[in-house]
């Protein structure tokens, strides 16, 4: 599979922009790191991409829909890492895929959150903040803490290194994502 195609069966499920931008936020992070680490970069980037593919027009069959639909093209690694990216559904972690998905699904969207309350938004971001956020309860509460933790211990990486990894990929696209401090702000 391409990511044109990834693409294409994305937006054929999801129209809501946030979903959009969560899509591509994890697909930018997942390809950074696959990258670092000497993987398929095109294969960890789709599993990014896809994994909340048909959470807005399927949500109580997620991830079911877009796991089937990965499995009937012979996509069975992104296919397995999509069905195992919530600790809770019981799917086995076999791949450092499977691991990184669960890492980086979660914690990327609340680093979206923490930059998002921000006038600088990316800008000047530190991990610390993050953790800081991140024992705020109230603050991004639909955020699963226990799902950051555990995708960083499956994934074997420390969470402050963590996180400062995942905010130096979206800063570098912070204008394509809109995170960019909002003029007259300084970092």
Known sequence: ???EEARQILTQMTTSESLLRHARTVELVMEAYAEKLGEDTDKWAIAGLLHDADYQAYPEQHPNVIVNLLRERGEEEVAHAISAHYTHWGVSYDTLLDKALIACDELTGFIVACAQVRPQRLEGLEPKSVIKKLGQKSFAASVDREEVKAGAELFNVDLKEHIAF????????????QLQAQAGTQA
Do not use: D, G, N, Y
């Open 1 to 3: 599979m391409t990511r």
């Open 166 to 177: 995942i905010i130096a990929v979206l800063q570098q696209h912070q204008t394509e994502l």
